[in-house]
């Protein structure tokens, strides 16, 4: 069993940044990954960034070179920087964990364990 929580959400304007952390919990070897997804109210959950379990990471495109995933093991602490935010960027974010066996992954279909998410507002 798994548990996530993340914290570091709120309302920001254009233009800023906020960090998001996710204190992760239970067992999660080496065939883990570890993910950020986001949501807004009547549209599917989507992947914004992955880190897999050897440091590898993957972004969606709306994101690349604005958001940096990290993760600090001594502590099991998830981050996500988000620079230079835009008011599309809205939206309630959740950390996941899933079984990727070394690999990332921005699809639904691999996370199994979820938290209960953060919201982000950036206003314009």
């Known amino acids: 069993q798994v548990h996530l929580m993340e914290s570091g959400g709120g309302s920001v304007q254009a233009g800023g940044s906020l960090r998001l952390s996710c204190d992760v919990s239970?067992?999660?070897?080496?065939?883990?990954?570890i993910g950020w997804f986001r949501q807004v109210p009547g549209k599917e959950r989507e992947g914004v960034a992955s880190?897999?379990?050897?440091?590898?990471?993957q972004y969606a495109d709306s994101v690349k070179g604005r958001f940096t995933i990290s993760q600090d093991n001594l502590i099991n602490t998830l981050y996500l920087q988000m620079n230079s935010l835009k008011p599309e960027d809205t939206a309630m974010y959740y950390c996941?964990?899933?079984?990727?066996?070394?690999?990332?992954?921005?699809?639904?279909?691999?996370?199994?364990?979820w938290g209960q998410g953060t919201q982000v507002t950036v206003s314009s």
């Open positions: 880190i897999s379990s050897a440091g590898t990471t």
């Open positions: 239970g067992n999660t070897d080496d065939h883990y990954c």
């Open positions: 996941a964990a899933g079984l990727c066996y070394w690999y990332t992954s921005l699809s639904l279909n691999d996370y199994k364990y």
